[in-house]
């Protein structure tokens, strides 16, 4: 099983689940608050948290490996 998404003509981003891990968001994207404020990103990917225990939220930063998260997905 690849971990690598399949990246179609018409996507504009890609969101990748990982096991057990954050959410990897590739391409081309805006990230924004629910109120609108856009969050500056510096590269064309980001891993955002699913565990919500980061400290850097909505970024990932590791601690999901620290708290044992688990996903369904």
């Excluded at 096991?19 to 609108?36: E, I, K, N, Q």
């Excluded at 510096?42 to 948290?49: K, M, N, S």
Aim: hydrophobic share 35%; charged share 20%; proline share 7%.
């Amino acid at each position: 099983m690849s971990t690598e998404p399949e990246q179609t003509a018409d996507a504009a981003a890609t969101i990748t689940a990982y096991p057990d891990g954050p959410l990897l968001v590739r391409g081309d994207f805006a990230l924004v608050t629910p109120g609108g404020r856009a969050i500056g990103t510096r590269r064309g990917a980001v891993a955002l948290c699913r565990c919500g225990r980061s400290g850097r939220k909505p970024f990932c930063d590791g601690t999901h490996r620290a708290v044992g998260f688990r996903s369904q997905a």
